[in-house]
């Protein structure tokens, strides 16, 4: 189990509870103050004593929320200890007390999500699903995001768009990284909202102003895809590279496009062939074929049609449906490989049933050439 797996349970209790000691002690400190030369009559003590009576009393259920606070906060540490070490069991034996009796916005999260995956409790994506909703109702982000994405997914819910949209937007509005994407995506694509472009924009680059690099990634292609004035290949290069330094495959192969292509920077095939090899090796099938054709090319390394032949290997074990068909166009010519017509024929039909262009035009000249059967 990887430490980690959820994200770390926050430990705050009630974040006014500081306010509310210092109220307690400062109404204790200001008794009724009175001139010197004047001595109250009896019954003006009794305001006094209630005065303090009061103080008493809320200082003594500040500290009853107190300790309360601190048995939560050992509890959920207790949780994510048994989570780190894959004890799912147990964490949901700790999390029931928290999440059903207390109602604790972070526990009923944990606990959703548990049974949304079937881990440590029996898998109920409807009652998962109804947790987090519970969750996001008490203003958990992360619940709010998981219900939104729930909404996406139709999981545990009737899938829902709008929906999502809204509870995307609860949480992204609290500035929620993974929440801003999401709903950067819906406008992207029109669902559950519009399609707006400088929406998808503007929530995409609040999420990677954050850091996150999916987001960073897709903002980068926004701005590289877009039409119009929100068209910039020089935007766009600087978000691919923002998320390639945190190792985002995508990114790091379409930062090496647009160093091959001379989009956004100038044009400097080592620099492509720099970051189509970190994204190969990461095992991104797309960059495997783009290195497998630099390969072929002689762009930014010498000409070496072995290692073309190796890189698109690679990529059309993937899937990759360009690879397969270059593939195929390798062995068909003997270029890197040893001649090989039959299995040139494999890879030609498995580009094609994958949808590759190419292939499919090179099978349509086959049959056109092949020799006509003549009727008996």
Known sequence: MKKGF???LRTGGRQALTGLLCAGLLWVGQAPVFAADKVPDAPAAAPQATAEQAAEQSAERAAERAAEDARTAAAL???????DAGKYEQAVSLLGPLAEKEGNGEALYVLGTLTMQGKGVKRSPQRGAALLRKAA??????AQNALATAYCTGNGVRRNFREAARWYRKAAEQGLAEAQFSLGYLYANGRGVPKREDMAIDWYSRAANQGLADAQYSLGWTYMNAKGSNQSDTKAAHWFERAAQQDHKKAMNNLAYMYAEGRGFAQDNAKAIQWYTR????????AQYNLGFMYEQGRGVAQDYARAVEWYLKAAEAGEP???YSLGLMYDQGTGVQRNLSEAQRWYELAAKNGDPDARAHLRAQ?????SRKKK
């Open 279 to 286: 994204a190969a090796e990461a095992g991104y099938a797309e």
């Open 6 to 8: 959820f994200p770390g």
């Open 77 to 83: 540490r207790q949780v994510q200890q048994a989570l």
């Open 137 to 142: 109702e008490k203003g958990e982000l992360r």
């Open 367 to 371: 049959e056109r050439s092949a020799p």
């Open 322 to 324: 360009a690879a397969q």
